[in-house]
Nanobody
Framework: VQLQAPGGGLVQAGGSLRLSCTAS????????MAWFRQAPGKEREYVAGLKWDGSTSHTDSVKGRFTISRDNAKNTVYLQMNSLKPEDTAVYYC???????????????????WGQGTQVTVSS
């Protein structure tokens, strides 16, 4: 499976941005998908996940602001980011994995496939 996430960019605080990640080479609907991010000098952290069955989870710092969704017909997962803050600045990665349960969605090591990362910069 290959993941392509060409989005990202520069946005002012309070603005919105939508990331997309398109998969190829596998049966997309069977994968659980997630977004992680890594800010300079920090560890990679879980942002949001969407299981193959449609259930979702979002880390506390983005709840109410970010929404993960997927379009199986387009083999694409999205991350809608609203009310962006400077602390959301990071490289964002999409990931795909098999056999995840909700309690393991936040564990980066559970995902077999990763996108190349896309920079999101939020200016104050």
């Amino acid at each position: 499976v290959q993941l392509q996430a060409p989005g990202g960019g520069l946005v002012q605080a309070g603005g919105s941005l939508r990331l997309s990640c398109t998969a190829s080479g596998g049966t997309f609907r069977r994968y659980s998908m997630a977004w992680f991010r890594q800010a300079p000098g920090k560890e990679r952290e879980y942002v949001a996940g969407l299981k193959w069955d449609g259930s979702t989870s979002h880390t506390d710092s983005v709840k109410g602001r970010f929404t993960i969704s997927r379009d199986n017909a387009k083999n694409t997962v999205y991350l809608q980011m609203n009310s962006l803050k400077p602390e959301d600045t990071a490289v964002y990665y999409c990931a795909a994995g098999n056999g995840l349960i909700m309690s393991t969605m936040s564990q980066a090591g559970r995902y077999e496939y990763w996108g190349q990362g896309t920079q999101v910069t939020v200016s104050s």
